[in-house]
């Protein structure tokens, strides 16, 4: 079996944005993944003013403006401070990879959990760029597949501290969370070796200890679907990535009060009421929610091929799972799908049910060839 190519070991940020082909990326990470209305327009005037005019969410619940200038970043910066999405320096922006469940509300558990959190961020050591922190602890897990190294989690105790890669946790009570995420970290840091950014490759390494795995997680719950929500509206993004006027316009059309940003391409709207707009999924069972693109050509540099307009008509005319990624590095989707695309040379190659770094059933297609290879296969 071929291995998976390696990806960059950081994201990029505010302070630190990352070069791709349109430009500048530069991510923002929204307090407890929650904007209020007016943070939103101006992030899209920010995004309309200094980029392509695009904004990505990231299944870490951030989001990002894509075609920043070089010389327009400093005014990027400027903005986002005044908009108060920007911490106080990019130290603390690069500790604060906190994900938590999109539907907390304000003084209920997992928002005081994330604020003790957010707190004691600058007392915790250095740590590697990716490594973050998850806050599960709503009525049902709905994170468990979401990138974090250490997973706050509720359990039928109550709470429990669980380390990435390991199936049960340890208690907790609330006010001893902190002390217990510091022990893991130590633990983490003391282990390690130089190739091992992220806690489960120490802990399948090594193994931890046994008093840590005492608490079993709880089965996840039903991932939520575009629609009518308790807290407003859930709406779908195809592939992750939002023109701005449009994100203003249906901020402003369904009167949302803020905007809370999932890992899912799925934005909910705080008060909104339905939602009727071509650039959002508003219904359940679209394979666009389902079908997985990178940027591709021109946006990313690595890219030779054209992504999203090919993934939007396979979704359409394909069953199952769709992956096109612009080349090997699989940066949009890391596990298997049935029909994977990867593009080489201004061409595809065909992977059925597998990694876009496995070896092709075909290569060198053509897009209408891959058409006519999916109808012959059918």
């Not at 998976?4 to 791709?20: D, E, H, L, Q």
């Not at 307090?31 to 995004?47: I, K, M």
């Not at 003391?190 to 089965?219: C, F, N, S």
């Not at 991932?223 to 901020?251: E, K, N, S, T, Y």
Request: positive net charge; charged residues 20%; contains cysteine.
């Amino acid at each position: 079996m071929t291995p998976a190519p390696t990806v960059k070991g950081w994201c990029p940020g505010a302070y630190r944005p990352m070069m791709s082909g349109d430009g500048l990326v530069v991510r923002v990470r929204p307090f407890f993944a929650r904007l209020t209305a007016d943070q939103v327009h101006g992030l899209c005037d920010t995004a309309l003013n200094y980029g392509n005019g695009f904004i990505d969410l990231t299944s870490r619940a951030n989001l990002q403006i894509r075609g920043v200038a070089e010389g327009d970043h400093e005014q990027v910066l400027l903005a986002l401070r005044d908009l108060r999405l920007l911490d106080d320096s990019p130290q603390t922006e690069a500790r604060r990879n906190i994900l938590i469940t999109p539907f907390w509300r304000p003084g209920d558990i997992s928002h005081r959990i994330a604020g003790d959190l957010l707190a004691a961020l600058a007392q915790l050591p250095d740590l590697p760029a990716k490594f973050g922190f998850a806050v599960d602890t709503g009525a049902a897990p709905l994170l468990q597949d979401a990138s974090a190294d250490i997973r706050v989690e509720r359990v039928a105790s109550g709470l429990s501290v669980r380390a990435d890669g390991a199936e049960a946790g340890r208690s907790v009570r609330p006010n001893g969370l902190v002390s217990a995420i510091s022990e893991v970290i130590a633990w983490f840091l003391q282990r390690r070796t130089d190739g091992e950014r992220r806690l489960a490759q120490t802990v399948r390494r090594v193994g931890l200890p046994a008093e840590w795995e005492t608490t079993t997680k709880q089965p996840p719950g039903l991932r939520p679907a575009p629609g009518l929500h308790p807290m407003g509206c859930l709406a779908g993004i195809a592939f992750g990535q939002v023109d701005a006027r449009a994100l203003q316009r249906v901020m402003t059309g369904s009167k949302a009060q803020a905007l809370r940003v999932t890992p899912w391409r799925m934005v909910l709207l705080e008060g909104a009421s339905d939602v009727v707009d071509a650039e959002f999924i508003s219904r359940p069972g679209s394979p666009l929610l389902t079908a997985h693109a990178c940027p591709g050509a021109p946006f990313c540099t690595s890219a030779p091929v054209e992504t999203r307009a090919l993934a939007r008509r396979l979704a359409a005319e394909t069953p199952g799972s769709v992956h096109v990624s612009g080349c090997a590095k699989s940066c949009a989707y890391r596990k298997p799908a049935n029909l994977t695309l990867i593009g080489r040379d201004g061409r595809f190659d065909l992977v059925r049910d597998g990694h876009p770094w496995d070896a092709p059933h075909k290569t060198g297609l053509r897009p209408e060839e891959i058409l006519a290879e999916l109808k012959t296969h059918v």
